[in-house]
């Protein structure tokens, strides 16, 4: 390595000779940066998601993959912390768990009815990919028709996040975000319709109206639930996952589409003729009279049929036309376009592309690992930043009417806490290779480093509940004389791992 120059930096990425000259970026802070230019990436993210069908089909694994058909709460109260007995702290999550989802799974829980909790989880994680952030309201509302709650969720689009009237940023207003001191957010300002109905649609009350509400209740309840990834220190709204990969998308969709003409033009242009003779020769055949050469040759139309023999205009011969589309790199290109957008999701591109032609087991094992450490993260957050909070707002409103019984509840927060302990089972993994993937879980327990537990919820079901269905097949089978014994046998015995060619 060569000693610094005069001209030059130690770290060649602070250079400024060659290339690196011109690339000198503003440093700002968090919002400084992201704020002032956040709807202009949120409208075009959105734009993206509409007309792009490989953006949308990204999400849709991406949801797919970390809400898929919705998660299975399992209360788990910390009957140690509570000085409770284990077989009631099991018995009342048992009965708390059947509670809970009766709830969620009903569209009574939003207050609009479009949906149940399943529902909502994916659009609002779509519109936090899409959007950098979700939101939600949580309301009491006593008596709403066909529900036993007055507890009730309504998700909101971000775009409604905004200072009133226009005002601009402050020291401690940021985007429609009041915050303290310390940067913690205090209230939000929502604006009561969406900022694009405003002149969209007639009549409209309370359009330039905003509503404030609280982070937190007295006593801690979320009274406003806001989701996002925090990329920076002092960040108060949500970047688009998008945002990074715009230019790719708009670069492939430009090429993608130039291409598709020239092949259309190409299926259109069957040939052309062109003349040999000179436009003076040309108008002495028509008396020197322009104008009727022109009429003549407007009115002279080739139909082109199978096998026919054309007359030719005077003066004309036929060429045939050499297409050059498709581009032979064209689809090469695409693809490498198409593993930069799968960083992007950050997937693995045969996950987010929906493409395993010619991999081998190992690699889409390895594929499919890599999937899940980097949805794992995703799952983590939509329980603690979003289902958390509606539990603990639906547990309330059931410990405070008397439904179920939570001795201290009130008392202080920690208690609370160890009531309001949950564990989530998410969609399983699935298996590439169910033999050889059953064979190693069954591994896992003899040697004592899993349980029935982990690997029941690894695919996605609840170990009590199995258990419970395996007692009642196995009597069912005794009843019928059926050796369960000869069954497993069988099964020993079965070919384990069926042939494939590794590549």
């Given at each position: ?488 046998t069988s099964i020993a015995l079965a070919p384990q791992t069926p042939e494939r060619p590794e590549q």
């Amino acid at each position: 390595m060569s000693s610094v120059s005069a001209s030059d930096t130690a770290f060649k990425a602070a250079s400024q000779e060659g290339k690196m000259r011109l690339w000198n970026p503003a440093k700002g802070s968090a919002d400084s940066d992201l704020l002032p230019e956040k709807p202009t990436i949120d409208a075009r993210s959105v734009d993206l998601v509409r007309n792009e069908v490989s953006a949308k089909s990204g999400i849709d694994t991406l949801l797919d993959l970390v809400i898929g058909t919705g998660p299975t709460i399992v209360p788990i109260p910390d009957y140690k912390a509570l000085g409770l007995d284990k077989e009631w702290a099991a018995e009342w999550a048992r009965n708390v768990q059947g509670i809970v989802h009766d709830y969620i799974d009903s569209e009574a829980m939003d207050v609009t009815r479009s949906g149940n909790l399943t529902d909502n989880l994916r659009m609002g994680l779509r519109t936090e990919i899409a959007q950098g952030e979700q939101a939600v309201v949580p309301y009491f509302i006593e008596g709403r028709p066909g529900s036993d709650f007055a507890t009730c969720f309504q998700w909101i689009d971000p775009d409604r996040i905004s200072n009133p009237l226009g005002t601009f940023d402050s020291q401690y207003l940021r985007s429609g975000i009041e915050i303290d001191e310390f940067g913690a957010p205090q209230r939000y300002h929502v604006q009561k319709v969406h900022p694009a109905d405003v002149g969209t649609f007639a009549a409209i009350e309370g359009a330039y109206e905003w509503e404030a509400i609280d982070a937190l209740t007295e006593w801690g309840r979320p009274s406003f639930i806001h989701v996002f990834e925090r990329e920076r220190p002092d960040q108060h709204r949500g970047l688009s996952m998008l945002a990074a990969m715009m230019p790719f998308y708009k670069d492939a969709s430009d090429y993608r589409g130039a291409e598709v003409k020239a092949a259309l033009a190409n299926a259109i242009v069957a040939g052309f003729t062109e003349s040999s003779m000179e436009m003076s020769q040309l108008l002495d055949m028509f008396g020197g009279d322009a104008s009727s050469l022109l009429a003549a040759r407007a009115e002279y139309i080739l139909n082109m049929q199978p096998g026919s023999i054309l007359p030719l205009f005077p003066g004309d011969k036929f060429a045939s036309h050499n297409p050059s589309r498709p581009n032979a790199a064209y689809e090469g290109f695409m693809r490498a376009i198409k593993k930069d957008q799968s960083l992007g999701f950050n997937l693995p591109h045969q996950i987010a592309m929906k493409d395993t032609d010619g991999d081998s087991y190992s690699s889409l094992k390895g594929a499919f690992n890599m999937a899940r450490r980097a949805i794992a993260p995703r799952q983590s957050s939509s329980k603690t930043k979003c289902v958390d909070k509606i539990v603990r707002c639906l547990m309330e409103e059931l410990v405070g009417t008397g439904i179920i019984e939570a001795p201290g509840f009130w008392d202080n927060n920690r208690t609370r806490n160890a009531w309001l302990r949950t564990r989530i089972i998410w969609d399983g993994e699935g298996w590439l290779d169910p033999a050889r993937e059953a064979q190693a879980a069954q591994l896992r327990i003899a040697l004592g480093i899993s349980t029935y537990e982990i690997e029941c919820a690894a695919q996605g079901l609840d170990w009590r509940e199995v258990m419970e269905q395996r007692s009642v097949e196995q009597r069912f089978m005794k009843a019928l004389d059926l050796d369960q014994n000869q069954l497993t046998t069988s099964i020993a015995l079965a070919p384990q791992t069926p042939e494939r060619p590794e590549q």
